[in-house]
């Protein structure tokens, strides 16, 4: 099987309203690594409308190399640094999105804002690929769809040259399992992410939903989608 990355988590340390801690982001850590997650991408909150981005990624190092320090030679997920970015217009003409792209990889998670989702926001999404080069993951799908009652944004997002993240309580959450597995199957979600924060109320639970697709999906889908989030993470060249 291949081992599973988590693609969208809080684990950095002191820097947003994820971990508060370097021992609490080992401890979260260890818990991806026993739940069989073997690479986990650091996507803290970056907001294009308060954050200068030379300070935030200053600031992001410095919280990595405190973490890196106290991971030691400790059996751990491998890490790579990324961030989740709030959507604005214009980004796909801001030659400094390429600074927050996913170490290795050429894509960037971003985070769409939640309220309804207009076409120009879809063209922004177009062309931070066919301008910048980058993919676009859209970070947690789950977010959005059912409090928006906009079912069609997963089709709208097919037509689109992007990636699709969600989260893993989308798999297992009773009142969204169906429409979770819908999407999957239907190759509309694409890599899964814990976003964790913590370890209380939103911990890193990625187990859960791998076991969850392989009862009601079967072990070739979730092959399917830890296949393709291994070529995502480390093939520098993957295309669409």
Not at 185 to 198: C, R
Request: net charge negative.
């Amino acid at each position: 099987m291949y081992g599973m990355v988590d693609f969208h988590t809080h684990i950095l340390p002191k820097i947003d309203d994820g971990s508060k801690s370097a021992e609490e982001s080992l401890a979260m850590l260890r818990a991806e690594w026993e739940q069989g997650v073997e690479e986990v991408v650091l996507t803290p909150h970056f907001y294009p409308q308060m954050d200068d981005p030379h300070e935030f990624l200053e600031r992001r190092q410095a919280s990595f190399e405190r973490l890196q320090e106290a991971m030691g030679d400790e059996p751990l997920p491998k890490l790579r640094l990324g961030a989740e970015v709030y959507f604005y217009h214009g980004m796909s003409n801001s030659e400094i999105l390429k600074e927050f792209i996913i170490s290795g990889t050429r894509c960037i998670l971003v985070e769409m804002p939640n309220s309804p989702w207009t076409e120009r926001m879809y063209m922004e999404l177009a062309d931070i690929y066919n301008k910048l080069d980058v993919i676009p993951i859209v970070a947690h799908i789950d977010r959005y769809i059912r409090p928006l009652r906009t079912y069609g944004i997963p089709q709208k997002l097919a037509l689109l040259p992007v990636l699709v993240q969600a989260s893993g309580s989308f798999f297992t959450t009773n009142n969204t399992r169906r429409l979770a597995m819908k999407l999957l199957k239907e190759d509309k979600i694409h890599v899964l992410g814990s976003d964790a924060h913590n370890l209380t109320f939103r911990p890193p639970e990625l187990d859960k939903a791998r076991n969850a697709i392989i009862k009601y999906l079967g072990e070739s889908v979730i092959q399917r989608v830890g296949k393709l989030g291994q070529q995502v993470i480390s093939n520098p060249d993957f295309v669409l």
